[in-house]
Structure formats: structure tokens, C-alpha cells
């Protein structure tokens, strides 16, 4: 019998197997070749663990969570709460197939008309379930536990009904009979009970559901084929004006799934849903550190599901907030969770809950413009440093020199005075992206399914714990060349992670260092990591003879994600976050020991740009400098990753002077930027700070790691896109980005000849100290008589 069902490849497959049926199933599996693992070994132990509790009459106290409860004795605490609360109206809203009241409580506040409503115990083996409904019941009627104090202010915030127990025949006959019991308990001449979660008329029938009315899964003969199903949708219609959230319990899994289930597409307002589930999910970690997971069915369990109460309620009666929350646990126990993980259960499932009702929206930039200014002269270029006095502005790129682009995405309310100032200055304005917010809206966010790494793509952009995620799956699918380290935590108590990679017959001739998502908002730098990591690990199989070779040629350092925080917050709260989550932020790439605060860079706490009170005062650049001073020796090519402009930046960023060897640094990256050119015409420009954005800035952490430990390449990349879409570059260009990208690393990165005086550790003799020692040359005396005669000769010939 499945307890966990297959859906896709990659994705584990849990069932129990009889005694009788034991030896022939691990025949079966050796031959097959199929790894198997016993997760407990005596299902019938632990269900007889699944110690139940008698209930005392008109004592609700006597009710816990330290153990189930029968089908009666929920009825009889359920009436005693009605009894002893005025505030409390319990109600017979139908009957089931054998003739048992569903019931329904409701507690009806003063302070508003909207409304909540609960379901659990559709399943009937789903125990915990419902134990997490009765103590949500218990916490908002008798307010117990003072750490729920979100929960109890919603309590009188809105109308709540609740059914705990929607399948009350099914539940009765896993305590008699059979404890794995799913469907109700309705007698056909064909069988015996439907999955009132497959009965609801959302495409019937269509996905993970049966015909067969012996299984599990069977849906009925007809949408709501069951009274219980009949019962509840007519529950809902009742309620449904005002009905804001409607909330579905289930196990087991640890997650939270957002409608519809019937389609592999995000469609209505699952970005806003996805957004308070993935607060949700953190703030349940921080109480046992249980790890849920947020997305549609096809999202986290890799399947479409039809028929589901859910979907039918957000289809029918768009009910703003639809979660489905499948609570303990990830398959250690499963269906025989013991009792003394009920309290646990739903202390975090209280936390989930409360987060969702009670998430901030993320900023919105609905009716905000991006624009971008070209400043001609200086009183211009003054204009432009100064936008923010004129109201809500944000500089996606600063102003830097004249006739150098400043891209900024100006509010509704401050636009009209915007256009009317720079109408009156003359200045030269053009509109990039007339609605930002629907561009944003369209970087779709895809969650990855752990163990199953085809999941994970560079179609979509990524959650942070996704990442995570993938690259412990991968590191876990290649130990030996591959691993993944944690080098230190943020403010806010995430991991800033490292992956190391040295494959296979690598020559480990020294280290290519790569850095990404230092600024929150640059999406496509995290994208890109990820996606070098992917090329690097797969490289053996490869076609590419190039990538093979560099991939062999080098020891790899990556950090994908440096402002863990930061990354987070951009997907949660604001999508134009750059900083860390320190207090205001500080602005981690302009906090590092080179120059440090000297230019390019804000003492504000408020801006954008704010280097922070010291250098390396952050917990993430303190973490970089560690693992950077730990490998420094071998360093090559130190690689930072930002958005965006299409430019690749040499040190150093605090000076307007080419030092040390730019020149054969920007030899290196004008090959490479012709051979990313040839793809898809993209162009980058190369040379420092100053060359190509037009303005110097200081704390950089590519200048300090060149500056401090005489790292001879060090490039800043500037990907896509110019200034289009800038911050928000739509999905579809992300694999292109990587792919030009990639063309252009294949050049920079091809192995140097070891004579190559700057091959290793470049010489520190100086530029200029070079271009003195030509001067006293010989041959560079002449060059110049030469040079000169042609000139002369030139000019009598010309005007002669």
C-alpha cells in the first residue's frame, strides 16, 4: 500500500509491504537494481504507539495534545466548548454517508465582515490533521498559550468557521478497523467509499485520481457524487461574501500548497500566496527547525491533482488566500506520527498560519516609471545626483559623467513633477519601462523539488533555499568532486554558502574564485553561478572541448549567493533591495578594506550606497574575507558577477588610473567580449569603473581581493541587460545571458602559458614603471624618430 505515491522520476516512493509479501518484494528490488530503504520496520508498533486519551465530560481542560482522541470524544469536547463559550455557535451543517453530523463552530467577531474558513480530517488517516484544527479551535475560544498572541488579535479580527472533521465515517473506521483507511465510508454496488479530496468539480477525474472504486484515490462516479462533499460546498456557498481565507489541513509532507492543482502555471495571485507562504515557512523553521516547502502540487510534489477542495474554492469563489498545508512529516513515520509530535506540530502550524494571515505585501510598483536621463551638460548631471528631493525615486544606474546614462524608476505621485522639471531643464529623457511592476511580475519564480534536480533550470529564477537546496543535491550526486561548505551566517541567521569543485584528473594548476549576488536585487548573477556550477560539474560529458579543459585546468571557489538576507528580502519584501538586512543595510560591495569610504559611497544609513560604519563590519564580508585569505595562494581569476549594463570592469574601481597589468587584463576580456558578441550581438564594453559606468567608487570586493593578495585577473561582470529591462530581465533571457556569458569565460579563462610572467602572480612592477624602462630603450628612441619623420612627411604631403 503507497503511503507516498510516485509522481516523477527522481522523486522517492514510500509503501509498506505485508511480512507475507516481504522476501519476494527485496527479490523483486535486487533484481530491478532499485535502492530501497526500511523507514520503520513495524508499522504496526508504531501505529499502536499512536496512543489515544479519553476524554472527561464537561472538563474542556482535559482535552490535549499530547495524545489523539476519538471521533466521540472530539464531538463531546466540541459540544462542552460551545456549552461553556457565548461567544462559540457549534452547528450540525449535515450528515455523512452513515449518518454522522459534520460539524462546523464558528466564532463570529465585532471588529470586521471577513472571514476565515478551516477544513480538516478529509482524509480519514490523516490524524494529525486533526489535531491541529482542535487546538487552532482551543487557542482562538480559550487563548491558552501567550506566544500565540498574533493568533488570539486575529480571533477578533475576523468571523471564523471551522469543520474539524470533514470525512467523520472514514475517521471512525481507521479507530475500528483499519488505521490506513483514506475515503468516506458511502456503499456502492461497486465498493466501498470515494477521496472526497478528488469529489469536487474542479477537471474531475482528469489528474491523480481513479475510477477504480477500490482505490484510494477513487473520485466518485460524479463530481460531489458524496454528501460529504455536498455538504461543505454548500457550506461555502453560504459563506462565501466577504470569505478572505480559506485554509485546508492534510498530511504528511511539510508543505504548503498554493491552487490550483490541476496546472503546472502560477496563475492569479499565487506570486503574492507564494510570497507570505515562503515567510510562512521560515518563521515555522525558527520554532523545531521542521524545513516545509511552498508551491503548487506540481511544485513540491511533482504531480497535478484534480477535484480538490482547495482549487474548487479559489476557481469558484476566488477566494483571495488558498493554502493547503500537508503538516508532519516528511516520511520518517508518516501516517504513525507519535504523540509526542502532535504539540510540536502545531505549535510551528500556528506560526505558518499566523504569518500567512499577517505578511506584509511586498512593495508594489505598480504606475512607477523607469526612465533614463543622458545628462549634457553640468547642471544636468547635478539634476540627475539629485532626484531623490523631488520624492520617491531609486537610481537603478547612478549618475556618474556627462553623457553617460542614468536609469531610475520614478513613483506616480512624484512623476508628473519629474516630467515637468526636466521638460523645463531640457533634458534629454526617455521612458524604458513604462509599468515596472508588470515586468517584475513576469520574473517568474520557479521552486525546486528536492532529489529531483531536473527541477531545477535557467528558465525561471529561484528562491533562496531552492539554491540551497539544489546544490546539496548535487554535491550529494557528486561527493568526489564536489562539496559545499557553510562559511558563516548572516544577521538574520542564514547560511553564506561556498560550493568547492575539483574534478576528476584536474591538473589544479590554481584557483578560479566566482562570486555572485553581493546586491540583492541582481537576480541574473545568482542565475549565472548556479548555472557555471551545473557547466563545470557536467563538463566530463561535455561536447565542448574548451569547457573540458578549463574545467580541468582549475580548483573552483564559488559563492552564488553573498547577501543570503538581502536576495531573500528582494523576493519577499522589495524587489529593489540592493543591501544587506543590517539595521538600514549596508551596501556589502562597497564595505571592503580598499579605499574604504574615501569615494562613490554614502554615509546615509538610508542609501542605497552606504559603505557601512567601518570596513568589513558586515557578517558577509567578513565571511568572504576569511575563505578568500584561507585560498589566497593559488587565486588566478577572482570573478564578480552583478547586473547590469553589459560591461567587464578592472580593477581598480576608486581611481581613475589603469595600474598594475590592465592592459593585458582588458586585452584578455576585449577577446573575451567579441566572443560573447558572436551568440547573440551582445556587446560589453571593458575598462575600469570609471571607463564604463562613469563614475569611481571605493570598498569593492574584487579591487580589495586584487589590491590585498596581488591576484593578477580580477573582472567584474556587468551582465545583462543595457538598460531595457535592467533589474527586471524577463525569464526567457536568462539562458541566453548564460550562455553568451559562458562563451566569453571559455576565452578569458583558456590557460595561460606558465613563461607568462603574469600567468600566476602578476610582477608588481607598475604600468608606467614598464613604460620608463621602454623608454630608456634603444629600440624605443627610434621607434620614436620613426614615428615622428612619418608625421613630418605627412604634413608636406598634405598641405603642400
Known sequence: MFWKKPSKLFEDVQFIVSPDDNELFNQRARHFNLKTHVMMSDVGKAFHNQRIKKYERQNTDSYTWHYYHTL??????????????????LDSIGKSAEG?????????????????????????????????????????????????????KLASK??????????????????????????????????????????FDNNFGKYDSSKNPSDPYYHGSHAFSEPETRVLADYIAGKRINLRFYFSFHAYGQKIIIPFGDRIKHLGNYGEMENYGKQAIINMYHIYAKKYSVGTTFDTLGLRVSGNSASWVKTNYDVRY???????????????????QILPTCEETIAGLTT????????????????????????????????????????????????????????????????????????????????????????????????NMETFDWNNFFRLDDIYQWLQDLAKA?????????????????????????????????TVFVEGGIHA???????????????????????????????????????????????????????????????????????????????????????????????????????????????????EYYLAFHSYGQYMIIPYAHSKKHEENFNEVKQLCQQAAKQMARRYRT???????????????????????????????????????????????????IMPTCRETMDGLLTLLAPKPRNNATSYKYNKISDSAIRALKDSSPHFILDKIVIVFNMFLFIIVRFH
Open 72 to 89: 466521540e470524544d472530539i464531538n463531546r469536547w466540541l459540544i462542552d466548548l460551545a456549552a461553556k463559550y457565548s461567544n462559540v455557535h
Open 100 to 152: 454522522r453530523d459534520i460539524y462546523a463552530i464558528s466564532m463570529i467577531s465585532h471588529g470586521g465582515n471577513q472571514k476565515v474558513m478551516i477544513e480538516g480530517g478529509m482524509h480519514g488517516n490523516e490524524w494529525i490533521a486533526i489535531e491541529f484544527v482542535t487546538y487552532l479551535i482551543n487557542e482562538l475560544i480559550v487563548q491558552k498559550n501567550s506566544k500565540h498572541w498574533q493568533l488570539h
Open 158 to 199: 475576523y468571523n471564523w468557521y471551522i469543520i474539524p472533521i470533514m470525512n467523520p465515517d472514514g475517521y471512525a473506521y481507521t479507530h475500528s478497523t483499519d488505521r490506513l483507511w483514506r475515503k468516506n465510508r458511502r456503499v456502492t454496488k461497486k465498493g466501498i467509499g470515494a477521496d472526497l479530496d478528488r469529489n
Open 322 to 340: 488558498v493554502f493547503s498545508f500537508l503538516l508532519r512529516d516528511t516520511g520518517a513515520y508518516g501516517f504513525a506520527l507519535p504523540p509526542n
Open 356 to 451: 500567512v494571515m499577517t505578511a506584509k505585501p511586498k512593495r508594489k510598483y505598480y504606475n512607477y516609471t523607469l526612465f533614463r536621463g543622458i545628462p549634457v551638460e553640468e547642471d544636468h548631471l547635478e539634476y540627475f545626483t539629485n532626484l531623490s528631493k523631488i520624492g520617491d525615486v531609486n537610481y537603478w544606474r547612478e549618475p556618474g559623467l556627462m553623457y553617460k546614462p542614468v536609469d531610475f524608476v520614478v513613483g506616480p505621485e512624484a512623476k508628473p513633477i519629474f516630467l515637468a522639471e526636466s521638460e523645463r531643464l531640457g533634458l534629454y529623457v526617455t521612458t524604458l519601462l513604462e509599468d515596472v511592476q508588470k515586468a517584475f511580475d513576469m520574473q517568474t519564480v520557479k521552486t525546486y523539488i528536492r532529489r
Open 478 to 510: 557528486n561527493p568526489i568532486e564536489m562539496s559545499v561548505q557553510t562559511i558563516g551566517k548572516t544577521l538574520e541567521k542564514r547560511e553564506i554558502m561556498a560550493v568547492r569543485i575539483i574534478l576528476k584528473g584536474s591538473k589544479r594548476r590554481s
Open 521 to 635: 536585487r541582481e537576480w541574473i548573477s545568482p542565475a549565472f553561478v548556479t548555472y557555471l556550477i551545473h557547466q563545470i560539474i557536467h563538463s566530463a560529458t561535455s561536447n565542448d572541448k574548451k569547457l573540458r579543459e578549463i574545467a580541468l585546468t582549475y580548483e573552483w571557489f564559488f559563492v552564488p549567493v553573498m547577501n543570503p538576507d538581502g536576495y531573500e528580502y528582494s523576493h519577499s519584501d522589495d524587489r529593489l533591495w540592493r543591501k544587506n538586512r543590517n539595521q538600514n543595510g549596508v551596501d556589502l560591495n562597497r564595505n571592503f578594506d580598499i579605499g574604504f569610504g574615501t569615494v562613490g559611497v554614502s554615509k546615509i544609513k538610508a542609501s542605497d550606497t552606504y559603505c557601512g560604519p567601518s570596513a568589513f563590519s558586515e557578517r558577509e564580508s567578513k565571511a568572504l574575507k576569511n575563505l578568500v585569505t584561507s585560498n589566497a595562494k593559488k587565486i
Open 683 to 733: 556587446k560589453f564594453i571593458v575598462g575600469t569603473a570609471y571607463d564604463t559606468v562613469g563614475y569611481m567608487t571605493s570598498g569593492v570586493s574584487g579591487c580589495w581581493v586584487k589590491k590585498t593578495f596581488h591576484v593578477p585577473y580580477v573582472v567584474t561582470f556587468e551582465l545583462r541587460d543595457e538598460g531595457f529591462y535592467g533589474f527586471a530581465l524577463p525569464p526567457e533571457k
